[in-house]
C-alpha cells in the first residue's frame, strides 16, 4: 500500500518514513502544502497522513482542493492543533480520521489500518483468502497455517492483491500502488514479483487474465472467508 506523507518537521518525518516502511507501506513525503497538493492530485495512493500547519499552503485548504477535485483517498490529519474548532474544520474540509501530536506511532498505524479496510470494504483486521491470511498489524501471512517468507516487495503485492481480492488488477494499478515516486518503475517487474509470490503462494491462487492484469481468488474447494 502507498502512503503519502505531508509533515514540514524534519525529524518527525524521518521517524514517520521509517516506521511506515517497516510496516509495508511505500512512502512518498511532501514537506510544505504546494509539493503536497500535486503529488496528491497526481499520483494514486491508497491513504494520505497530512499535517496542518504546513508552509506555502497549509493542510485544510489542500485537503479541501482535493475533495473538490473528486480525490476520495482516506487522509488522517495530523497536528499539534487540538482545539475542537480545529477538528471540525479538518472533519469538514473532507478528512477521514484526526490524531493530535504529541502521540504514539503504533495508534497512527492502527488508524491508518482502519482507513484502509474501511475504505476497501473490509469488516476485520486480518484479511483471508481461502487458505490465505495476512494481518497487517504484525505484517506477517500465511499459507494454510504455514508461515511465508516475504521480501517487502512481495508483502505488498500479496497486501494489495488481498485488500482487493475478486478484482482484476492491472500491471499499471500495481505499479502506482506498490512503489515510490523515487524508485525505478517498470511494470515488467511486477510479473517477475507474481511469479516468485506464486512459487510461495500457489500457483492457481493468482490468475493471469490475459490483456488485462491480475485476480486473487480462493482456490476450488477453499472457502472465502476475507
Known sequence: MRVLLVED???LS???????ADAGYAVDHAPDGEEAWFLGDTEPYDVVVLDLGLPK??????????????????????????AWSDKVAGFDAGADDYLTKPFHTEELLARLRALLR???GHATSTLSCGG??????AAR????????????????????LMMHQGRVISRTELVEHLY?????????????????LRKKIGSDRIETVR??????????GESDAG
Not at 152 to 159: D, F, I, K, N, Q
Open 9 to 11: 518537521d524534519v525529524d
Open 14 to 20: 524521518r521517524q514517520l518514513k521509517t516506521a511506515l
Open 57 to 82: 499552503i497549509d493542510g485544510v485548504s489542500v485537503l479541501e482542493r482535493w475533495r473538490r477535485e473528486g480525490k476520495t483517498t482516506p487522509v488522517l490529519i495530523l497536528t499539534a492543533r487540538a
Open 118 to 120: 474501511r475504505s476497501a
Open 132 to 137: 490465505l491470511r495476512l494481518d497487517p498489524r
Open 141 to 160: 501471512a500465511t499459507v494454510n497455517g504455514e508461515p511465508l517468507r516475504l521480501t517487502s516487495l512481495e508483502y505488498r503485492l500479496l497486501h494489495y
Open 180 to 196: 515510490d515516486q523515487d524508485f525505478d518503475r517498470d511494470s515488467n517487474t511486477i510479473e517477475v514479483f507474481v511469479g516468485r
Open 211 to 220: 490483456g488485462l492484469g491480475y485476480r486473487l481468488s480462493p482456490l476450488a
